[in-house]
């Protein structure tokens, strides 16, 4: 899931959904570094409040939590502003979203 | 560790246009195989071709890709326009490579081809066996000088044809564990009896194509490789479908490495018919070598990708022997504090080949996002 915020900054989201597999949804949130200012993953509640946060922290994802009865979301950790970005993916990125 | 000989590697040649690659580093490598649908389908190019590998002294064989007629036939198929037709149509056929090869096989496979549908175990009686290994044998010996002797330029030099240096014998598909596998085992397994029994001087080698699962089932996995062994063929290739070395798991690999010391303790030759890194590190539990194309091919599943694919660009990462995509590597650069071609070179490859593609500056993160 990938979103950018409307203002002057237009701040872009990406958000990795996945119901089990954290190590996977961390590497996919990684290279999504590239293209986003912030890299989120997302997970059931249950399992979201479960992981050990240190590897999430230390690349800068954020983790959320999902309620998937009440679907409310929580921001379990939050993610730093990526390092990673490439203006040419983020450019592109928002090109397509404004269109 | 034993010392034991370097890993055989051969190329495949899934195109021409690999040619070129195949022919700069022909010194690293043992031999070359062709698929008999390149030859049917650019057979001029593909017989130069051979010459070339041979008279460098490297190996050259044909895989006559019997089990693509074990399958659905919808897998060797492709639209092209119905020239029957006074209007443009199109029409979803066999491939005319395949038609030719079915053609030159003969029975059963030209006649379930005739009739529109793959060919199955039951089709294969003891006298269609034998015919059949007989023309898969005679294909691979002649295909060659026949195309020799139909070129009016080449006719002279139809006796100097070289023969393959080895010619498989014909198989398919296992789908293990699904229904039916025990019947295809068992015709693979006629199939390769009869196979090493024909006359014929260029050596013979069989083919044991099967689904990865069995490797789950060692036991039985390590009665197939025995049943296999005791057909007298002398080598043998292993086609576990899709198994992919960078992902297999362990219990997989220990039974495809028991596999393979069972075929070398009992004297046999064994290659991965599609390998990389990982066949060259089991030469040391027995491996003679492996296959693979230029650039890719380390793994492959006998069901082929259908429609228009685009390849995956992946870059080849030498110290750890993988490749990985092109997004991946650019994450790891910045991670790594590369910002130039000078830091690429140092710390990660300096092969000619990156040094040839890799200069400059990657482009930057812009200012202002």
């Known amino acids: 899931m990938y979103g950018v915020a409307p203002g002057e900054e237009a701040r872009t989201v990406a958000v990795e959904l996945k119901l089990r597999k954290w190590q996977k949804a961390l590497q996919q949130a990684a290279l999504y570094q590239l293209c986003s200012d912030y890299s989120y993953v997302a997970m059931p509640k249950h399992v979201a409040e479960r992981l050990e946060p240190k590897a999430f922290s230390a690349a800068g994802i954020g983790i959320l939590a999902v309620d998937t009865t009440s679907k409310a979301v929580e921001v379990v950790l939050p993610a730093i502003l990526s390092t990673q970005a490439k203006g040419h993916y983020i450019s592109a990125c928002k090109k397509m979203l404004r269109r | ?369």
Request: glycine share 6%.
């Open chain 2, 1 to 369: 560790m034993p010392d034991t000989p370097r890993s055989e590697v051969f190329l495949r040649l899934g195109s021409h246009s690999e040619k070129q690659y195949v022919k700069k580093t022909f010194h690293l490598f043992s031999g070359v195989l062709v698929g008999a649908n390149l030859l049917e389908s650019t057979p001029g190019a593909t017989v130069s071709f051979a010459l070339n590998v041979l008279s460098q002294n490297k190996a050259f064989a044909i895989d006559p890709m019997t089990y693509t007629f074990g399958m659905d036939l919808d897998y060797i198929k492709s639209e092209t326009i119905d020239r029957t037709k006074s209007k443009r149509t199109m029409k979803f056929s066999l491939k005319r490579s395949f038609v030719k090869l079915a053609e030159e096989f003969g029975n059963p496979v030209s006649e379930a081809v005739e009739e529109a549908r793959a060919v199955t175990p039951e089709d294969f009686d003891e006298e269609t066996t034998e015919q059949f290994c007989e023309s898969i044998y005679a294909y691979q010996a002649e295909r060659m000088r026949t195309y020799f002797d139909a070129d009016i330029q080449l006719q002279e030099f139809s006796r100097e044809c070289p023969d393959p240096s080895f010619i498989f014998a014909p198989y398919f598909y296992i789908p293990y564990p699904h229904a039916g596998w025990h019947e295809w085992r068992d015709l693979n397994l006629k199939l390769a009896r009869t196979f090493a029994e024909l006359d014929g001087e260029i050596e013979k080698h069989g083919v044991i194509c099967i689904d990865q699962k069995i490797l789950d089932d060692s036991a039985r996995w390590l009665r197939i490789c025995g049943a296999f062994i005791d057909t007298g063929l002398p080598v043998f290739w292993l086609w576990l479908s899709p198994l992919n070395e960078e992902k297999v798991n362990e219990t997989r690999l220990t039974a495809l490495a028991e596999g393979i010391e069972a075929f070398d303790s009992a004297g046999r030759k064994v290659y991965n018919m599609h390998g990389g890194y990982l066949s060259a590190l089991l030469s040391k539990r027995g491996l003679t070598g492996f296959s693979r194309g230029v650039g890719y091919g380390e793994s492959k599943d006998v069901v082929p990708v259908l429609g228009v694919v685009v390849p995956t660009v992946n870059y080849h990462y030498p110290p750890l022997h993988i490749r990985t995509s092109i997004i991946d590597v650019e994450r790891a650069l910045s991670e790594l504090e590369i910002f130039d071609a000078d830091d690429f070179h140092e710390k990660v490859c300096d092969c000619t080949v990156c040094k040839g593609v890799i200069a400059g500056r990657p482009q930057e993160p812009s200012p202002v996002r």
